[in-house]
Nanobody, 130 residues
Framework: QVQLVESGGGLVQAGGSLSLSCAAS???????????MGWYRQVPGKQRDLVAAIRTVGEGLTKYSDAVKGRIYISRNNAKNSVALQMNSLKAEDTAVYYC???????????????????WGQGTQVTVSS
C-alpha cells in the first residue's frame, strides 16, 4: 500500500504561480513498485481530470492535458519518492481540488490510460482569484 500526501495548495491571484508537492510513503517494496505518478483536479459536480503525469522510472515520460500545456509542469524526485507540480500563469479556471496519484502500471508499456492510477491522496485546494 502506498500513501500519498499533497501539500502546497492555497489562494493565488490570476497570473500568479503556485507549486504543489506530493510525497509517497509505504514499504520499500510498495514504493519500488511505483512506475507512474500524476496530478488530477476536480471541481464540484464534474469528473476528476488529468492535469499532468510522469513516468517515475527510467525515461521520465510525461503527459499533460491540453488545458495546462506550457503553463504547468510536473517533475519527479525519485530519491524522495515525490513529484511536484509547478503552476504558472494561473487562471480562474484552474481553481479545483488537486489530487496526487500513483500506480505500478508503466505508461511506457501500456500508454496513459484514462483510469490507470490506483493510489490517491486526499487532495489540496487551489483557488485562483480573478
Amino acid at each position: 500500500q502506498v500513501q500519498l500526501v499533497e501539500s502546497g495548495g492555497g489562494l493565488v491571484q490570476a497570473g500568479g504561480s503556485l507549486s504543489l508537492s506530493c510525497a509517497a510513503s509505504g514499504s520499500i517494496a510498495s514504493l519500488n513498485s511505483i512506475n507512474a505518478m500524476g496530478w488530477y483536479r476536480q471541481v464540484p459536480g464534474k469528473q476528476r481530470d488529468l492535469v499532468a503525469a510522469i513516468r517515475t522510472v527510467g525515461e521520465g515520460l510525461t503527459k499533460y492535458s491540453d488545458a495546462v500545456k506550457g503553463r504547468i509542469y510536473i517533475s519527479r524526485n525519485n530519491a524522495k519518492n515525490s513529484v511536484a507540480l509547478q503552476m504558472n500563469s494561473l487562471k480562474a479556471e484552474d481553481t479545483a481540488v488537486y489530487y496526487c496519484a500513483a500506480d505500478p502500471i508503466d505508461p511506457q508499456t501500456t500508454g496513459w490510460g484514462k483510469e490507470m492510477f490506483g493510489f490517491w491522496g486526499q487532495g489540496t485546494q487551489v483557488t485562483v482569484s480573478s
